[in-house]
């Protein structure tokens, strides 16, 4: 069933807005993939980590540590982990040692 966009309401509150519940499994129940890419980043190398399902203050955590862990900078947007630099190899090594189901995909 469609849900109608409210696109101004004058009286009455808000109607309630359903969040979607996060589901945060156990690291070897994901599949991560980690690729390397330049698109959309004035040619600098980027390592992007994608397919979480964990809550973010999680994937916040997860971040720091791995970016302490390569000794480079990085952020989390939208789910995804992007870390400078190409470090394929050394995230699939990190994120395997933490029982995650990594795979290293795209050229």
Known sequence: ???KKIVYQEFGSAPETETPEIVDLPPNQQNIR???TRSGRKGKTVTVI???QHAPATLTKLTKQLKN???AGGTLK???IEIQGDRRKQLLELLTQQGYKAKISGG
């Open 69 to 71: 862990k390569c000794g």
């Open 78 to 80: 939208d789910g995804v």
């Open 1 to 3: 069933m469609a849900r």
């Open 50 to 52: 994608t397919g979480f």
């Open 34 to 36: 980690i690729q390397s």
